[in-house]
């Protein structure tokens, strides 16, 4: 509960019930599908069901995807 409202709720200025109810699905899809944990070794609680297509080369360009509106960063390697 600390964490989306540090992360998320102190930072949106929330609309009404179903803007809260869009704003809370997306984040914690995010909490747990792409934000890595220190207590489980960085890794994610949940897998996502299809791995994002990434490039492996070294060389790669990094490609950001913004969450909410860009409150959030999701960093991956551009295809």
């Known amino acids: 509960m600390r964490t989306v409202r540090a992360e998320c ?4 200025l929330i ?13 914690v899809e995010h909490y747990n599908t792409a934000r890595p944990h220190r207590g489980i070794n960085l890794e994610v609680p949940i897998r996502r069901r299809r791995p994002l297509e990434a490039s492996t080369e070294p060389g790669a360009r990094i490609q ?7 409150l959030i960063h999701e960093y991956r390697r551009a295809a």
């Open 9 to 12: 709720l102190d930072w949106t």
């Open 15 to 27: 609309w009404n019930r179903q803007h809260l109810q869009r704003v809370l699905t997306t984040y």
């Open 64 to 70: 950001r995807v913004d969450v909410l509106g860009g």
